[in-house]
Each structure stands twice: as C-alpha cells, then as structure tokens.
C-alpha cells in the first residue's frame, strides 16, 4: 500500500478491520455505525483518503436487510463516501451494486442512491455508464415517488445523448415507459428537449420516433400536462433549429389555437392558467424572431393588450411581464413601432398608432393608479421601453426620437404622478423601480428636460436622508453622476441646478437604513 493512502490522519488499521468484518458479515449494525461515527470527525480530505481504502461493494451489500435502522445508516455512509470520489472511480467500480440498489424495494435507498448518481454525473459526465445500469435508472422514471422520479431526470439528462440514442435496449426502454401513460412521457420530454440543444441529439431523436405524440399531448385536456410541457418547450423553441422543427410539427400552430383574447374564454380556469403559460412561450421567441411573429402570429399582441385591459391583477400581471420582456430587446421595439398596430390590436382612436405608443397609454394608467399590487412591474415596463440601448452614435439619435415620442403618450404628467409619487411611497419595489425610470429619463435630453419640471422630484434628488435603503441611495448616485457627465446636461440644466449637482453631498454617502422616510398621506398620491 502506497504511502499516499496511509497517511497519519486516517487510521488504517480500524479501517481494514472494519472491512473484514462486514466481509465475514459480522457485526454488520456496529460496523456500519462505527464507520458514520468515525467520519464525523474527519474532512473531505481525510473521507476520501479512507474511502480509497473500502470496498464500497461490501456497503452496498449491508442494504440487502429489512433492518429499517441499518438501511438508513447504510444510506447516510454512502452519502459520505459517495459525495468524495470520482464519477469514473464509482462508475467503473460499482456499477453492478449501484444497479442493484437502485432495485431496492425501500425508496430512500432509491433516492438517496439517484441522487448521489445526479451530483457525480454533474461534476463529471463523461463517464461509460453500463446499458444495464442506464436502463434501470430510465426505470426508476415510472416510479410514483416524486423524489425518485425528479432525481432520475435529473441524472439521465446528464448522460451523453448521443450514446444513449443509439442503444437499441435503451430507446425500447424509452418507448415503453412513454407509453405508460401522460404523466410520465412528461417526464421523458423534459430529458429529451434537454438533450435536444444539440442538433445531432434533436435529429437522432426525431428519428427514433420519440416525438411522434407531442402533438397530441400539447393538445391533451389535462391542463397542467399542457404547462409542463410548454414551459419545457421554451428552451427548444428559441433555437433556429429548435423552433423550424417544432413548426414542422405543428406545435407552434397549434400552441397560438390555444392562446385566447376572448374576455369571455378568460374567464375559463383552464384558459386563465395556460393562456399565460402560452404567451410567454410566444414571447420568448418573438424576442429573437420578432418580424415573424409580428406578421405571422399577431394574435400574441392582442392578447396582451386585451388582458391589459382587464380587471383581474393576474392576467394584468402577466400582460406587463410580457410587455416588459418584449421591450428588452432593441430588435422588437424598432418591428413594434409600427402604425398598423391600431389595426392589429383594433385600438379605438383617430390617431395611428405603433404598439409601443399603445401599451404605454394602458401602463400610465396602471402606474399612476393608487393601487401599489402592480405599480412598480408597470413602471419597469415603461422603463424598458424608454431605454436608450448602447449602439453606434450614428443610430442614437433615431433611438432617443423614438423613445421620447412613447414617452409622450403617458398622461397627466407622469414626471409628477408616476416617477415623483413612487419615489416617495414607503414600499421598497415601487419606490425603486421610480428611481430606475429617473435614471432612465436622465441619460436622455428629453428626458433631462421633463425631470427639470419638477422641483419635487430634483429635491429628492439631492436630499441626504438617512432613512433611505442603499439601493436607493445608489440609484440617487447613479442619477447625479449621469447628470454630471452627460454631455446635454449643461443646456437642457440651468446652472443653479448644475451647480447643485457638483456640489452634492448624496453622492459622496454611504448611510442607510430600513425605511424610506415618507408621509402615510403621499400613499395615495
């Protein structure tokens, strides 16, 4: 034995002895307890360096009892040992006892050994795990207890897709088990999009036929099926690839028959819990493919602008979420700012409108409302549209006309009524996501101009208050320092207030505390 493992700090001697005995079977119970209380008190360091002493096939087989007390003792020495050695070392070593335990007829063992399995493989994936081994854990996909079945996803999504897709044994195996019933093709799914980043992976499991019910199960009446499986559809969905091989399904078609604008369909349960679920998924891709989805599947902009409309806080949270995630991205709001959105969205008004100018005039209304549930997710959404994006100097001025023109469409002064009232409410997020939008609108000379109006709101500013949360207090700083350096500061600013802004004391503090200082009175404003 080299002396690299048989160090000072780990005892040899009552490690090899221990082994013997559970070799001979004898006293298996004070064995087992004697090694859990032996590393206790040791570090990883030491664990591994004893672990390389065990033949852990010898723990493995204290699991074949209906000793309820020794099972757990077993499982809690496994987790010590396991947790220390290398994916290769296990797999290559232990697999035929690893297989056998995952077979256990107690389900802590089943979990307790899967997910030990799910922490090695993500360390270390590139590891030759035996077809039958593979086979008996795809198994455990069918097995009623959650922690089981979760930790055998977990695990089969880190084996090497391509092997795995060309073993016979195991794609019948994946057959079998998918057609057991919804819930576990479910399962399935969630392992083969994940795989399916990969094009070769998509393209092996598009041949083995193993996609041939998507369809039907994104159709299946079974609501929260249909939300497992688009949630996971998302990740494929954004991908070129991805979305031409979901379109060639029919998937992406069938998915927009399934989103509703109907006020009457929204207040259908089933409707009120996939409908949000559905646009996200349209969403997701309008923000890498906005002209397709724009000319293709316009429906995805009425139904946020209806569920704008609505009175349910739901479906109004989920039209602002939407809307700001489409405004994060540059590309959707130059597609978006087009006139033959009041067409599309049969916006009532003389005028033409683009989208942008249309869902700001619904989100003013939120964000200036007295109720705080959705104040401060409707301010961030006008603060996502009103973002300059850093791009070429060239384009910077085509942006700025662009932002100021949604700007303008905000009513009865939205400096005062949005960014001023939510500065000074005493709730954190609202009162942060006002000093975003100010941050916003200073980076801008429009913007400088409109903050200027209000002498409230620059006194804000510039008040050192002790109460105020250090994101708060950094967000001031951020404001004044932009100010400083923008080049349009010194003629859309007078100099007094240039002169306020270099010699501001806000910038230079670091104190904070809990609560913003504000009057119960300024709530409803």
């Known amino acids: 034995m080299s002396e690299e493992l048989t160090p000072v700090d780990v005892d040899t001697d009552f490690i090899l002895t221990v082994m013997h005995r559970l070799s001979t079977a004898t006293g298996t119970r004070l064995a087992v307890n004697e090694l859990n209380m032996y590393f206790i008190k040791k570090n990883r360091s030491d664990v591994l360096k004893a672990a390389k002493l065990m033949d852990l096939n010898l723990i493995f087989d204290c699991l074949n009892t209906a000793d309820i007390l020794l099972i757990r003792d077993v499982c809690a020495l496994l987790r010590t040992v396991l947790s220390v050695l290398q994916s290769n070392d296990v797999f290559n070593k232990y697999s035929v006892s690893i297989e056998r335990s995952i077979r256990h007829p107690d389900d802590t063992v089943k979990s307790t050994v899967l997910s030990l399995l799910e922490k090695l493989l993500a360390d270390d994936n590139n590891v030759d795990i035996q077809v039958d081994l593979a086979c008996t854990i795809i198994d455990c996909l069918t097995n009623s207890d959650m922690s089981i079945s979760y930790n055998a996803v977990k695990c089969v999504k880190h084996f090497r897709s391509g092997e ?27 392992i083969l999009i994940h795989w399916a980043k990969s094009v070769d992976a998509l393209a092996l499991i598009s041949s083995k036929g193993l996609f041939s019910n998507l369809v039907t199960d994104i159709k299946y009446p079974d609501v929260i099926m249909q939300v497992v499986t688009v949630q996971m559809l998302i990740p494929l969905s954004i991908t070129e690839y991805g979305f031409d091989y979901l379109d060639s399904l029919g998937i992406i078609s069938g998915l927009y028959h399934l989103l509703s604008s109907s006020p009457i369909e929204l207040d259908n349960p089933s409707v009120v819990i996939l409908n949000p679920i559905v ?173 200027v109006t209000c002498a409230p709101l620059m006194d804000l500013l510039f008040k050192d208050c002790p109460t105020d949360q250090i994101i708060v207090k950094n967000l001031k700083k951020m404001i004044i320092k932009t100010l400083l350096e923008s080049d349009t500061s010194k003629t859309t600013l007078s100099e007094e207030l240039l002169l306020r802004i270099q010699n501001n004391d806000v910038i230079k503090s670091n104190v904070h505390s809990p609560q913003p200082d504000v009057l119960v009175e300024n709530m409803a404003i």
């Not at 897709?165 to 969630?190: C, G, P, Q, W």
């Not at 969205?345 to 705080?372: C, H, P, V």
């Not at 961030?380 to 700025?400: C, F, P, Y």
């Not at 005062?416 to 941050?439: R, T, W």
């Open 164 to 190: 795995i897709l060309s073993s016979t044994s195991i794609i019948s195996k994946l057959e079998t088990i998918m057609a057991i019933n919804t819930k576990i093709r479910t399962r399935v799914y969630d």
């Open 279 to 451: 646009l996200d998924f349209f969403i997701q891709i309008t923000q890498v493919r906005p002209f397709f989805i724009f000319t293709s599947y316009p429906k995805v902009f009425v139904v946020i602008y209806e569920m704008l409309k609505e009175e349910d806080d739901s479906l109004l949270g989920v039209a602002i979420n939407a809307i700001t995630n489409l405004a994060s991205s540059w590309e959707c709001k130059m597609l978006l700012d087009n006139p033959t959105a009041s067409v599309i969205l049969n916006y009532e008004d003389g005028d033409q409108l683009d989208m942008w100018s249309i869902f700001m005039i619904e989100l003013s209304r939120i964000a200036s409302s007295t109720k705080t549930e959705l104040k401060a997710g409707a301010i961030q959404a006008i603060t996502n549209i009103i973002q300059v994006e850093k791009g070429e100097l060239s384009s910077r001025h085509d942006m700025i006309e662009r932002t100021k023109k949604w700007y303008k469409q905000l009513k009865d002064n939205p400096i005062k009524n949005i960014v001023h009232a939510s500065c000074i409410l005493p709730f954190l997020n609202i009162q942060q996501a006002g000093f975003e939008m100010f941050l916003k609108l200073a980076e801008q000379p429009w913007g400088q101009e409109e903050i």
